[in-house]
């Protein structure tokens, strides 16, 4: 985190400039160069947002006002995930639209688990414990449990290592629990 903090605060105006330049609508297209320019603009954007101070406020609205203003799923998820490291008010508003969009689309609502899950953004076990309670969440689905829960002891190192060992009980707790319905996902688990 410090490392991409320090990159990003170093090339800001260099990133911010070729971002510019990338960051114009334009019809999707599916070929090489298509992909790789909105590859090159999301990681530039996740960068800009990583920026501190009132420059990183900018770039984060500006990863808000994509997700909200995106015409693929690459850009919208790109723009979400630049934010889902940042302890933010606009993570916050850019997953509740993502929610508010996507809800009805299983597979979507996948990603956007899998996102919350991997945040380093404090709270991490808390986060995973209330989403399991939310109505996108199915206990009883191996993608939904591999999208939170694994992806939170898998991706989260920071989180999922706390010194207080919750999070160890809390997945020792869950294999044990989802063990007698699904011995299979309860061994990927654990």
């Excluded at 009883?140 to 999070?167: C, E, V, W």
Aim: charged fraction near 20%; include cysteine.
């Amino acid at each position: 985190n410090f490392l991409h903090r320090g990159i990003a605060a170093a090339n800001e105006e260099k990133f911010a400039r070729i971002y510019s330049g990338l960051a114009r609508p334009e019809p999707y297209a599916y070929n090489a160069a298509a992909v790789g320019r909105r590859a090159l603009k999301n990681r530039l954007l996740a960068y800009l947002a990583d920026v501190p101070g009132a420059k990183g406020d900018a770039h984060r609205a500006e990863a808000l006002r994509m997700v909200k203003a995106a015409t693929n799923m690459t850009d919208e998820f790109g723009a979400l995930n630049a934010l889902n490291y940042q302890d933010c008010p606009e993570r916050t508003a850019a997953l509740e639209h993502f929610y508010q969009k996507w809800q009805k689309e299983n597979l979507v609502m996948n990603k956007w688990l899998n996102a919350q899950a991997s945040s380093s953004v404090p709270g991490g076990l808390d986060r995973v414990k209330r989403l399991m309670l939310d109505p996108v969440y199915n206990g009883n689905n191996p993608n939904k449990i591999y999208s939170l829960q694994l992806t939170f002891g898998r991706m989260n190192q920071a989180q999922f290592h706390g010194q207080d060992g919750a999070a160890y009980k809390f997945m020792a707790d869950q294999v044990l629990e989802i063990d007698g319905r699904n011995p299979s996902v309860a061994a990927r688990l654990g």
